[in-house]
């Protein structure tokens, strides 16, 4: 079993900057992509960008974080983090890190962490 644990969210005030990691460990053989996803209150969750493991491969959701999001991974760490810039009040939400296929689409990932609370406000 995989075991995701998300770090780094927080209060933040808008244009402000955060940086979320989230650490895998447990029985992974082997890792295709490591992504984040994530809900704002009363929204349904939503793809925000994955890497592909081997070959640093990186896919953004257009137009809402491209260009203020980077997505990074640390192989020998099984890690992946989330540099978030220019903060706005609607990239407030719970931000979750997944595990599995690269894909925008939450069924291709096995594996969720338990989320991170991002809250960008004044």
């Known amino acids: 079993q995989v075991q995701l644990v998300e770090s780094g969210g927080g209060l933040v005030q808008p244009g402000g900057s955060l940086r979320l990691s989230c650490a895998a460990s447990g029985s992974i053989f082997s890792i295709n992509a490591m992504g984040w996803f994530r809900q704002a209150p009363g929204k349904e969750r939503e793809f925000v960008a994955t890497?592909?493991?081997?070959?640093?491969?990186?896919?953004y959701a257009d137009s809402s974080v491209k260009g203020r999001f980077t997505i990074s991974r640390d192989n020998a760490k099984n890690t992946v983090s989330l540099q978030m810039n220019s903060l706005k009040p609607e990239d407030t939400g719970v931000y979750y890190c997944a595990l599995g296929h690269y894909s925008t689409l939450q069924y291709q990932y096995d594996s969720w962490g338990q989320g991170t609370q991002v809250t960008v406000s004044s």
């Open positions: 890497i592909q493991w081997i070959t640093g491969s990186t896919w």
